[in-house]
């Protein structure tokens, strides 16, 4: 039997055949060299180029006031990547990449500038509404209205109507954009519009946006009570548009809104406690009893803080990540394997970058634990460790119709006689994450602050991924999970985890009993007035082990 490590090619020869069509690059070449002035300063704009940015911007600087050089060359820059990015000719990623260019070359230009009254092109108070911790989409509209001419004061996050109003006054912005991702921040929106109803203030513009928003609700339900102008962004290009238009127009022609209904009813209706979903009328799903119970690992409460985090990263979801969070979109002229390839040999390197950065920063910890349940109709009973006593009850919506679905189904009901078992988690990569991202966008490193934010909340999502495994092997039926990964990304394995203010679950409220029975706040957890988990990368379960436990929507 031959020796399989002998080399049976000469290694050299091997090589030259590999790089027989790779011409070489001559490095000394300057790309800038051809290039005017203005072009220059161009290319560094919408080509993202740091590289003797401070040098090109002092030879401009021999013919163009630093104000010139900024509203007449570099804003056109990024007018060009706005346009870029719209068609699809640029990802996310670089369009922050040229806004960090943008800043750096007004930061290298300001000292040499006098305060010019009126040479802003607007301004805009930024703010998350009351209750909601999620600032990631206001961010990224601050990075791009900043850089591209407009005054931004971003108040940040749970930001009060009372506070909004006051700073937009103090600051003396022209207009108001509010931000929010929970469905419940779409009506702190609505009663936000109210009020500047009742206190006279409709002369202030309002844009909208987040990810429970839609345009309709927008355009239709909040332009119909709101006396002033309101309009809705789906993204931080389409609030540049509106801005460009807000800010310019005159009093013979101002932005127009639709006009609005003399009465109307608000149709956008929260999916929570909607009492047509909780009625039970004795019509439940054709969900039948699991098989077995599995035998309850312990009764309460335990907690873990140390994991390996280069483990944990394996069970991040990359769909996710890179197509999600980072917004990489597949061009149209791209099919999904070109893409594919495309982002394995340019967005993974950054992936594994980010790991090793990010490694001491993430402080992974979880609390879990099971308890005795029953189920009573829609709602569903936590007993007490003598598997009797209630402890408390959640009620869980159910479908109206179809296959008439509720989360109680899957467990055993009172009128059994048997006893059941209900998993908890709740997990978190902690703050430090938060502080982190946080200082790298006001050091003005955007495309960094992307990143690592995306990076958090996927690090969180894998560790829930991976502590539902291992759940799932202590329930006794871990065994049968598949191996590959991708597949636990698809939920193909026994039961699943469900997570409030989600289709199933849509409740945020019950996040409350949650957070009662595992209590967190030992490794950092705690929740807002708005029952939402804070720090933001941490995220909660109610783990069921029913075989036809899948995900639905309760709609």
């Given at each position: 039997m031959p020796d399989e490590r002998e080399v049976i090619y000469d290694p050299l020869i091997e090589l030259m055949a590999r790089f027989e069509n790779v011409k070489a690059v001559d490095t000394s070449v300057d790309p800038f060299a051809e290039l005017s002035a203005e072009d220059r300063l161009k290319k560094h704009i919408i080509e993202g180029i740091k590289k003797s940015l401070d040098a090109h911007l002092d030879d401009a600087l021999k013919t163009y006031e630093p104000l010139a050089i900024i509203n007449d060359i570099l804003l056109d820059g990024m007018k060009t990547v706005g346009e870029l990015f719209g068609a699809g000719k640029m990802q996310l990623p670089f369009v922050l990449q040229s806004a960090e260019v943008m800043k750096a070359a007004v930061r290298h230009l300001e000292p040499l500038m006098e305060k010019v009254e009126g040479s802003e092109k607007g301004s805009i108070l930024l703010a998350t509404v009351a209750g909601d911790v999620h600032d990631i989409g206001k961010n990224l509209v601050d990075i791009i209205l900043s850089n591209n001419g407009y005054r931004v004061v971003n108040i940040g996050i749970k930001q009060p109507i009372n506070n909004i109003l006051s700073e937009a006054e103090v600051n003396n912005c022209q207009v108001i954009g509010l931000s929010g991702l929970l469905v419940k921040s779409t009506l702190v929106m609505r009663d936000n519009l109210l009020e500047m109803n009742a206190r006279n203030l409709q002369h202030y513009p309002v844009i909208l946006g987040g990810a429970a928003l839609t345009r309709g609700y927008v355009e239709e339900d909040l332009r119909s009570?709101?006396?002033?102008?309101?309009?809705?962004?789906?993204?931080?290009?389409?609030?540049?548009?509106?801005?460009?238009?807000?800010?310019?127009?005159?009093?013979?022609?101002?932005?127009?809104?639709?006009?609005?209904?003399?009465?109307?009813?608000?149709?956008?209706?929260?999916?929570?406690?909607?009492?047509?979903?909780?009625?039970?009328?004795?019509?439940?799903?054709?969900?039948?009893?699991?098989?077995?119970?599995?035998?309850?690992?312990?009764?309460?409460?335990?907690?873990?803080t140390d994991f390996?985090?280069?483990?944990?990263?394996?069970?991040?979801?990359?769909?996710?990540?890179?197509?999600?969070?980072?917004?990489?979109?597949?061009?149209?002229?791209?099919?999904?394997?070109?893409?594919?390839?495309?982002?394995?040999?340019?967005?993974?390197?950054?992936?594994?970058?980010?790991?090793?950065?990010?490694?001491?920063?993430?402080?992974?910890?979880?609390?879990?634990?099971?308890?005795?349940?029953?189920?009573?109709?829609?709602?569903?009973?936590?007993?007490?460790?003598?598997?009797?006593?209630?402890?408390?009850?959640?009620?869980?919506?159910?479908?109206?119709?179809?296959?008439?679905?509720?989360?109680?189904?899957?467990?055993?009901?009172?009128?059994?006689?048997?006893?059941?078992?209900?998993?908890?988690?709740?997990?978190?990569?902690?703050?430090?994450?938060?502080?982190?991202?946080?200082?790298?966008?006001?050091?003005?490193?955007f495309q960094e602050y992307l990143y690592t934010h995306g990076m958090g909340v996927e690090t969180a999502e894998a560790l829930a991924e991976y502590w539902h495994k291992s759940m799932r092997h202590e329930m006794g039926f871990g065994h049968n999970d598949p191996e590959d990964k991708r597949l636990l990304f698809a939920a193909r394995y026994q039961g699943s985890r469900y997570s409030f203010g989600y289709p199933a679950c849509p409740n945020l409220e019950d996040q409350s009993m949650l957070m009662e029975l595992l209590q967190p706040e030992d490794i950092g957890i705690k929740l807002s007035e708005e029952f939402m988990l804070e720090p933001e990368q941490s995220t909660s379960a109610i783990i069921v082990h029913h075989p036809a436990a899948k995900y639905f929507n309760i709609k």
């Open positions: 009570i709101y006396n002033g102008r309101v309009f809705y962004a789906q993204d931080a290009f389409e609030g540049l548009h509106l801005m460009g238009e807000l800010c310019s127009e005159t009093a013979e022609n101002p932005v127009k809104a639709e006009p609005k209904a003399q009465v109307r009813v608000l149709s956008h209706r929260l999916p929570d406690r909607d009492p047509e979903l909780y009625v039970f009328d004795g019509t439940k799903s054709a969900i039948e009893p699991a098989e077995t119970v599995p035998d309850i690992p312990f009764y309460g409460v335990k907690k873990r390996d985090i280069f483990e944990l990263y394996q069970y991040i979801n990359p769909v996710a990540l890179f197509r999600g969070q980072w917004q990489y979109k597949k061009p149209e002229d791209l099919t999904n394997p070109q893409f594919t390839a495309w982002l394995e040999e340019n967005v993974r390197p950054i992936f594994v970058r980010k790991q090793r950065e990010l490694a001491n920063i993430m402080k992974p910890a979880v609390k879990w634990g099971y308890f005795y349940c029953q189920s009573e109709g829609n709602d569903l009973i936590i007993l007490q460790e003598d598997a009797k006593s209630e402890r408390c009850r959640f009620q869980f919506p159910r479908q109206r119709d179809g296959k008439r679905l509720c989360l109680s189904d899957f467990f055993r009901s009172t009128e059994s006689g048997e006893v059941d078992v209900v998993g908890f988690s709740i997990v978190t990569v902690g703050g430090e994450v938060s502080e982190h991202e946080r200082n790298q966008f006001a050091d003005g490193d």
